[in-house]
């Protein structure tokens, strides 16, 4: 097995499990060295593929709490984000406010979105970059430190400037749901974005395809009831409807 052979299973090994011993590491590759495995985890650690922690490695996606690293994430799941963005782009009305949260699938909303006369605000440097090509849209940026995982903006000072802002809609990326604990993230400071996003907006629309069902992390971002739309890739599980269905939660 070469080097980039091996570091990509690596990286594929961690992101399915999330979060790994590295012991468990070596289990998987018992004809390589603890070494050059620790050698491997550092130069992925370094290109933000994982993220190395005391005693093993975590998915960027465990750890971050969205769609992780942009640029690796963009050739993932495409058809699916795709489609959601297309069903997502008619909800856009014009002359309105609207919040657009980090993420591929937010990004891809916006290149398909119509150039409208609508107030776009945003934390995301990718999504700054795809508004600035609508002539129509006004943007607006909410700024403070930023990650370079996500590429985004966030801290105290952007929850501040969030806090005082109401939006008409909000469109914001789910990574993992499960029934009894609503939507969470891996990121304490992406979860309270979230929140306060959710909190301050007429209408809430969660973006996210059939895999982050039956999925948990760390920080709490609301419940499915505070959800108004769900946008997905139409392969969500029977069960997750008829929760959709008991909360009044529109589904598309």
């Not at 093993?56 to 994430?73: E, F, N, P, T």
């Not at 105290?156 to 939507?183: C, I, M, P, R």
Request: glycine letters at 6%; one cysteine or more.
């Amino acid at each position: 097995m070469d080097l980039d052979t091996r570091r990509n299973a690596l990286v594929d090994l961690i992101n399915s499990e999330g979060n790994i011993s590295f012991a468990n590491i070596h289990r998987h590759f018992p004809n390589v060295s603890e070494m050059t495995l620790r050698t491997d985890l550092k130069a992925l650690d370094l290109e933000r593929r994982i993220v190395r922690v005391h005693g093993g490695a975590r998915s960027v996606d465990y750890v971050v709490g969205i769609d992780g690293l942009q640029d690796s994430k963009k050739t993932r799941n495409t058809e699916a984000k795709q489609l959601i963005a297309q069903k997502a782009a008619t909800l856009i009305r014009p002359n309105s406010t609207v919040f657009f949260d980090s993420g591929t699938t937010t990004e891809e909303l916006i290149a398909h979105m119509p150039d409208a006369h609508i107030q776009a605000f945003t934390c995301n440097v990718q999504n700054i970059v795809a508004l600035a090509a609508k002539k129509k849209v006004q943007t607006f940026v909410i700024g403070g430190r930023l990650s370079p995982f996500t590429m985004c903006f966030n801290g105290s000072q952007t929850l501040k400037q969030l806090e005082q802002l109401s939006f008409d809609q909000s469109f914001v990326g789910v990574s993992a749901y499960q029934s009894n604990v609503g939507f969470t993230c891996g990121s304490d400071e992406e979860a309270a974005i979230k929140r306060c996003c959710v909190e301050n907006a007429g209408q809430v629309i969660a973006l996210f395809d059939s895999s982050k069902i039956d999925r948990r992390s760390t920080f709490h971002v609301c419940s499915l009831q505070d959800v108004d739309v769900v946008v997905s890739d139409g392969n969500l599980p029977k069960e997750f409807l008829d929760e959709c269905r008991h909360a009044d939660v529109e589904v598309l």
